[in-house]
Every structure is written in C-alpha cells, then in structure tokens.
C-alpha cells in the first residue's frame, strides 16, 4: 500500500505489531507476568497503589484483579471505584466483581449530577437527538476519568486502564475517557485472552461471559460492543492473532483502525 508520511499503513501484520499481540499465548505465564509487571511499576514509581472504576463487565473485572494482586504483593493499596450514572442496571454484577477484586477500598461516585450539568449547559437544541446522545455518552466516559484521577491524586495512586487489542483496533474507547490512564494491564490482549486470564484468576463465569457493553447511550442502553462494531468478538480476536477472516470483517476492522487513528496518537503540532 502506498502512504505518505502523514498515512499509516493498514494491513493485519502492520496492526497485529502496533498493538503487540503475540503469537504465542499461555494463560498461567501471562497472569503472572502481567501481575509482575504492575508489581515492579509499583516499586519503581513509588505510588500508593493503583485505582479503577469497576462496571461488573469482564475487562475491569479482570484488570482490577490483577492490579489487586499486585498492590497485594507490593503493601500498597487498591481502590475500586464505583461510578453509576444514577442507579446501574447491572449493579449486582458490579458488586460480584468487588467481591472477587478484593479491593483494600472502595469508593462510590453518582457521575449523573455532574454529567448532567455539563450536558444541560451546552445547546444542544439544534442538534440530532442520535448526536447529542452519543455527546452525552462520551461525557459520561470522560466524567468518571475526571473522578478517577482526583481520587487517585488524593492518594498517590496511579489509575488502570481497562483497553486491551480488540478495542484498541476498532477504536471503542472515549479519548480522554477510559482511553487516558496511566497503566494498562491487558494491552496486547485479544478479547479471548482477556477472558482466559479472567479464568486463571478465578473470575465468576457469569462476569466473564457477560455481554459486554459501554452503556453510554440513553437511545440505545446496553448496547451490545459487538453490534456497535458490525463484527464479532471472535472475528476481530481471529484478524488479530494473524488467521484468516472473511472480506466483510476485515474491511469493517481496518476501516474502525483507520478512522480512529486520532485515537492512539499524540495530537498532531506544526
């Protein structure tokens, strides 16, 4: 493929390399490697521990575990963060996964009042109701970083991310919203691994076999991730460990990629 200096190529092998998806994956190594990893991030930067919003789905479920288990080897704390918008349907999943996370905290923040205001202060009357929406929604992402970062610089803690390759490439995440963290346990993971390593620590079933969901739009609540993306799980897991997919989903996964480039760059200067 052709490109200048201001276009990326995007091709599988390209992609597979720029998110780090291995080749290889053994599901005992990679949870202790990872829960390593943040064990020695800890040390080196001497924070109090780490901090994340938990929703009751599986990849903060699962990240939130092994930060856990890492503040857990290391005598620092982990805070797990609950950041309704008003009440949460799925609330019992949330509570089920602070149980199995074992966090030393957990701190609640109701998001709506401050989402609310923002979103009530901005004219909106002009727009397509799908449009303020999915505007809405994106404050909602961004209101509970907002919340996670004061909490953390409160404590001197650093906040997780929950993104991993299969959100990574489709882009489904809100820039400067769950996209902005400060370290990221299940970079490099496909969907599939995510889940695995969720079983080598332990994680109820239900929490990881939960359809996942951003839940961000009010027109369209519990959306499920994999008919926002027009491809499934198990396709955009398969382009990304390098094996065959149809022309369909691979054009629908390198267009996600290409379009939200913006997303996993530095912003661009003169």
Known sequence: MQHDAGQEIVDQA?????????????????????????????????????????SGGVDSTVAGRLASVA?????????????????????????????????AETITVDIKPAVDALHHAIDTDDVPDAVADFVKGNIKARQRMVAQYAVAGLRGALVVGTDHAAEAVMGFFTKYGDGAFDVGPLLGL???????????????ERLI?????????ELRPALPDEVAYGATYAEIDAYLVGEEVGDRARTVIEDAYRRTAHKRRMPPGP
């Open 190 to 204: 496909t969907k599939s691994r995510v889940k695995a390593i969720g079983r080598e620590l332990g994680t109820p």
């Open 209 to 217: 076999e939960k359809v996942p969901t951003a839940d961000l739009e």
């Open 71 to 103: 503040c857990a080897r290391t005598g620092r704390s982990f805070i797990a963060m609950r950041l309704p918008y008003g009440v949460q349907g799925d609330e019992a999943d949330a509570e089920a996964a602070v149980d199995f996370i074992e966090p």
């Open 14 to 54: 390209t992609i597979r390399a720029a998110l780090g998806v291995p080749d290889d994956f053994d599901a005992a190594a990679e949870t202790e490697r990872r829960i390593g990893f943040l064990a020695d991030y800890l040390e080196r930067t001497g924070a109090s521990g780490y901090l994340l919003g938990i």
